[in-house]
């Protein structure tokens, strides 16, 4: 099964909901595994959840398939960036 790290790698400015570079969480078997006393913010998870899906499949999509390409997401304020990495098990 696919396990993605997704994680803080840059802020444009101060995070209103208090995220911070190197905040991250797990997606693996369906669930989100968030490291003890953190958390994610509400409005950029749901930004997120759409999207899931398709990198946990990303290996069986079409070659010119978006997703293939893109490794960042932007919150909706614009101010956090997030980046994801595969985790080999």
Same mark, same amino acid.
């Given at each position: 099964?696919?396990?993605?790290?997704?994680?803080?790698?840059?802020?444009?400015?101060?995070?209103?909901?208090?995220?911070?570079?190197? /905040? +991250?969480?797990?997606?693996?078997?369906?669930?989100?595994?968030? #490291?003890? %006393? $953190?958390? &994610?913010?509400?409005?950029?998870?749901?930004?997120?959840?759409?999207?899931?899906?398709?990198?946990?499949?990303?290996?069986?999509?079409?070659? /010119? +398939?978006?997703?293939?390409?893109?490794?960042?997401?932007?919150? #909706?304020? %614009? $101010?956090? &960036?997030?980046?994801?990495?595969?985790?080999?098990?």
């Amino acid at each position: 099964m696919t396990k993605i790290k997704i994680a803080v790698s840059e802020i444009k400015g101060k995070c209103d909901n208090g995220m911070e570079v190197g /905040d +991250h969480f797990i997606i693996h078997d369906g669930k989100i595994s968030i #490291p003890d %006393g $953190k958390s &994610i913010c509400i409005w950029t998870l749901n930004g997120m959840l759409p999207m899931f899906p398709f990198l946990l499949e990303k290996k069986a999509l079409p070659k /010119d +398939h978006w997703v293939t390409e893109a490794t960042t997401y932007t919150c #909706p304020s %614009g $101010k956090v &960036i997030f980046s994801y990495n595969y985790i080999d098990e």
